[in-house]
């Protein structure tokens, strides 16, 4: 099978290690981490095809520059004509996606981190065109990214709920709150709350 060098394009740091996190060791090692003002530059720099052949995007850099993110989707929609369709891209978005036609829905494939690392992971399995049992897949220990719940609990909180508050809105205990929460910022590596979601 051949192998694909991986692009990942972000400017979020937690990103970046979440996606490496579910990598296999080969995968990391073969991929590069642009930011969004980057790849138009590496893109003509490296002539498109040496680039990479797989692509993740986080769409959310892009939410208050519409051009810059249009820009893009015409790069990678040529640079995979170019490759003759051999080009993946997998745009992760958060909250919303909107791409300009419905056409550009056959070019990429789409994910919401919001669900969690497993429906992240399973896509990324897929468009590396790995089958989960031939991959070694990364213990949930090492794993970086943070889980839907996880998510969840970190979002509640830092929108200024208290435990018990988060606790009934998600139909958990407010001691699993209180796990989630610390396995969160764990994987995050903060101590506090503060400036997670931006506060």
């Given at each position: 099978m051949e192998k694909l060098n991986i692009v990942v394009v972000t400017n979020n740091r937690y990103f970046s290690q979440g996606i490496m996190s579910i990598l296999t060791?080969?995968?990391?090692?073969?991929?590069?981490?642009?930011?969004?003002?980057?790849?138009?530059?590496?893109?003509?720099?490296?002539?498109?095809?040496?680039?990479?052949?797989?692509?993740?995007?986080?769409v959310d850099n892009y939410f208050n520059n519409t051009l810059l993110f249009l820009?893009?989707?015409?790069?990678?929609?040529?640079l995979k004509t170019t490759?003759?369709?051999?080009?993946?891209?997998l745009l992760c978005y958060n909250k919303y996606i909107c791409l300009p036609s419905r056409d550009c829905y056959a070019s990429f494939s789409v994910v919401n981190?919001?669900?969690?690392?497993?429906?992240?992971?399973?896509?990324?399995?897929?468009?590396?065109?790995h089958d989960r049992k031939d991959v070694e897949v990364t213990k949930s220990r090492n794993k970086t990214a943070l889980t839907r719940q996880e998510y969840l609990v970190l979002n509640a909180l830092s929108q200024g709920l208290n435990v018990s508050q988060v606790a009934e809105r998600y139909h958990i205990t407010p001691k699993r709150v209180s796990h989630h929460k610390c396995n969160g910022l764990a994987k995050m590596k903060k101590k506090r709350l503060y400036g997670v979601y931006g506060e």
């Open positions: 060791q080969d995968e990391q090692e073969r991929c590069t981490v642009w930011t969004p003002v980057q790849v138009g530059v590496n893109i003509n720099k490296h002539k498109g095809a040496d680039a990479g052949r797989c692509w993740i995007v986080d820009d893009l989707l015409t790069a990678l929609v040529d490759l003759n369709r051999r080009l993946r891209v981190t919001a669900r969690g690392i497993k429906s992240v992971e399973h896509k990324v399995r897929s468009l590396s065109g």
